[in-house]
T-cell receptor, first 112, second 112 residues
Framework: DAKTTQPTSMDCAEGRAANLPCNHS???????VYWYRQIHSQGPQYIIH???NNETNEMASLIITEDRKSSTLILPHATLRDTAVYYC?????????????FGPGTSLSVIP | DGGITQSPKYLFRKEGQNVTLSCEQN?????MYWYRQDPGQGLRLIYY???????QKGDIAEGYSVSREKKESFPLTVTSAQKNPTAFYLC???????????FGDGTRLSIL
């Protein structure tokens, strides 16, 4: 699985958009980009994933650059409950088993 | 609501004692996973199971054992052979190759 690089921490004002970047310059053509978040003392929560097209769901939007070497998770209107550690993961989905490899992630603090 | 239930939320183990962590899912998912998370670190795969009555070792299986007698249940036993069991244990499940893993809320194990 490709390695990802994320900023250690970020702040965002409540009600504003939170833009969380992720670099994955060694991503392969068959690797997907997944985003999870983990609120303290809880299990990771799946947010969104994509291959090369931009994706949107009820939680967030995922913007993947054309060369697929980086992506941005967008929380359109951040709330205090969005304070969490956000993990960007790239992995091949079509494997005999697909363990999830979490790096340190980005600690997002939403400020009132 | 469908989901993954882990119990207990907190567990204490005495020296030399085996303890079993419960993981139940009502999502009808085929694959189930056990991860260990240490403070400030990512997840490490302990065991996984693709189907009933079958399971495979992950990256750190020593000192742990599992069973998969029913599709909805994947208990993890932390044996006395695991010398450093204090950690946050997470269970996950997945249905389909392109689907993300969904996590339970974890069990925090400590040594008395």
């Amino acid at each position: 699985d490709a390695k990802t690089t994320q900023p250690t921490s970020m702040d965002c004002a409540e009600g504003r958009a939170a833009n969380l970047p992720c670099n994955h310059s060694t991503i392969s053509g068959n690797e997907y980009v997944y985003w999870y978040r983990q609120i303290h003392s809880q299990g990771p929560q799946y947010i969104i994933h994509g291959l090369k097209n931009n994706e949107t769901n009820e939680m967030a939007s995922l913007i993947i650059t054309e060369d697929r070497k980086s992506s941005t998770l967008i929380l359109p209107h951040a709330t205090l409950r969005d304070t969490a550690v956000y993990y960007c993961i790239v992995r091949v989905a079509m494997t005999s088993y697909d363990k999830v490899i979490f790096g340190p992630g980005t600690s997002l603090s939403v400020i009132p | 609501d469908g989901g993954i239930t882990q119990s207990p939320k907190y567990l204490f183990r005495k020296e030399g004692q085996n303890v079993t962590l419960s993981c139940e899912q009502n999502l009808n998912h085929d694959a189930m996973y056990w991860y260990r998370q240490d403070p400030g670190q990512g997840l490490r795969l302990i065991y996984y199971s693709q189907i009933v009555n079958d399971f495979q070792k992950g990256d750190i299986a020593e000192g742990y054992s599992v069973s998969r007698e029913k599709k909805e249940s994947f208990p993890l036993t932390v044996t006395s052979a695991q010398k450093n069991p204090t950690a946050f244990y997470l269970c996950a499940s997945r249905q389909g190759w392109l689907q993300p893993q969904h996590f339970g809320d974890g069990t925090r194990l400590s040594i008395l």
